[in-house]
């Protein structure tokens, strides 16, 4: 059992291990990659840094720091967050107990282009199966996606639903699908319905009828992983107050993921502040 899991190995999750993992706090930090940091050429304008520094150089160095205090930093990608009485954390690689969760998951992914989607939101199309799956029992659903993320979602969907089916739009399914899946992978055109979603349309001009479209295209996002545990969201954004605290008691956010100025310095401040948080949170549970 950790104290605080951090999902994210970015400048938000990795500031808010050093703080957590310096309070004696049992730290786990889950990152897929390195996220935006990563793809950053060349920082000039974060405090302290005189010659340019790449962002992989940046988040060498800070990794190496947040373990020389104690804390662990595992990759694995996460596809789901439940909570019952502490947070589990579901990842490809293992299953994670904590007393408290900080998501730091970067910017959320700009949504799947296609039409109609947008426009069925909370009319059929969902993005979380856990908090969904409910109001399709006995119907058939499709399942936007190919990989592990997708498995997840139909593994929560298929004890619940009537039927599922996996639409791949043009990929080839880089998972087991669980038997009594059927498996479309021709391109999508459009997700249809006049109130609410009917059919998916695929570009061959064929069409399956649906009551409803989970997406869960590549992987889980911040918005995602908030949903699955309840914490509310604006848009692609994790709502939190100053302590960076979400509406869950003990689920904190930082970084991208909460909008604002999206800089390096801005992730790490709040990193820092959601750490305090979970301390002080975990400490007053403890006792
Ligand atoms: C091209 C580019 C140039 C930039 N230049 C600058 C600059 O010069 N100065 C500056 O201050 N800022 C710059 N930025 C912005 C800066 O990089 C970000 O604001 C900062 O990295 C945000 O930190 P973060 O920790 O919130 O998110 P990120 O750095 O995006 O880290 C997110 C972490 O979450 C992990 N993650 C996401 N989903 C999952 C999942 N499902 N399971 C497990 N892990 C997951 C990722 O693997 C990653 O470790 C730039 C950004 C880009 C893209």
Partial sequence: MYDVIIVGAGPAGLSAALYTSRANVKTLVIGKDGGALERVEKIENYFGVAAPISGCELLEQSRSQVQSFGAEIVEDE???????????VTGIK???QGR???LATGAS?????????????GKGV???????????????????????YAAHELA?????????????????PEIDVPEG????????????????VEAIEFADGRQISVSGVFVALGSAGAVELARKVGAQVEGNKIVTDEKMAT????????????GGLLQISTAVGEGAQAAMSAIAFTRRNRA
């Fill in 78 to 88: 996460v596809l789901g967050i439940s909570w019952t009485g502490t947070f589990r």
């Fill in 94 to 96: 293992g299953e994670y």
């Fill in 100 to 102: 408290t969760v900080i």
């Fill in 109 to 121: 992914r700009a949504k799947a282009k296609l039409f109609g989607l947008t426009e069925h939101e």
């Fill in 126 to 148: 969902s993005y979380c199966a856990v908090c969904d799956a409910f109001f399709y029992r006995g119907k058939t659903v499709a399942v936007l996606g190919h990989g592990e």
């Fill in 156 to 172: 929560q969907l298929l004890p619940v639903v009537g039927q599922a089916v996996l639409c791949t739009n043009g990929k080839e």
């Fill in 181 to 196: 899946v059927s498996v479309e992978t021709a391109g999508i055109s459009a997700v249809t319905g006049d109130e609410v």
């Fill in 247 to 258: 509406n869950v008691p003990g689920l904190y956010a930082a970084g991208d993921c909460v």
